[in-house]
């Protein structure tokens, strides 16, 4: 037992990709570009907003995903006022907290490569388990974190720090 953390974080899934955000000098101007949008994108992906930024322009900004970008660019460059004010962001995908790749575990209490080796072959139930030793490390060196992952977690556990790495399979090193 110990705590626990993800590896590689998993990312939500994001229908929008793209912000973008310009103005408009009236309600009617709004309006007309909004519509065209509506229309080349069939409104699946179109989330607009906007507010009033002053008495002569309103603040726009809509969400658009990968395919509907160079379509809602080629509209808004169409009208000048749009076009003149255009920026484009690019919107990440949230992070799944718990979900993803490998574990690290920091365990509560050290253990020794052997016993953790032991407990591990209880747990699967297993009678052998292929086990590589670092250099100047023995059965008796202290475990104090471990990283896990399935396959051979080479992506995964680049860069990790860890005392034991578990992993479905490992390489053989190049001689």
Do not use: W, Y
């Not at 920091?106 to 032991?118: D, S």
């Not at 556990?157 to 992993?167: C, E, H, N, Q, R």
């Amino acid at each position: 037992s110990g705590q626990m953390s993800v590896l590689s974080q998993a990312l939500g899934s994001a229908s929008h990709s793209h912000k973008l955000e310009f103005m408009v000098r009236s309600a009617e101007e709004l309006h007309t570009v909004v519509e065209e949008l509506k229309a080349c994108d069939d409104g699946a992906t179109l989330q607009c907003s906007g507010s009033r930024h002053d008495s002569s322009s309103i603040h726009v900004s809509i969400t658009c995903s990968d395919s509907a970008l160079p379509s809602s660019v080629q509209i808004l460059l169409r009208h000048s006022a749009p076009s003149q004010s255009l920026s484009i962001l690019r919107l990440e995908k949230p992070p799944l907290p718990g979900h993803g790749q490998g574990r690290l575990c920091v365990l509560e209490h050290p253990v020794t490569v052997a016993t953790a080796v032991q407990k591990m072959k209880s747990h699967l139930g297993l009678v052998n388990l292929r086990l590589a030793l670092g250099a100047g490390r023995t059965l008796e060196s202290s475990v104090c974190t471990a990283a896990v992952c399935a396959g051979s977690g080479a992506s995964v556990l680049s860069g990790v720090k860890a005392d034991l790495f578990i992993t479905g399979e490992s390489k053989k090193p190049p001689v």
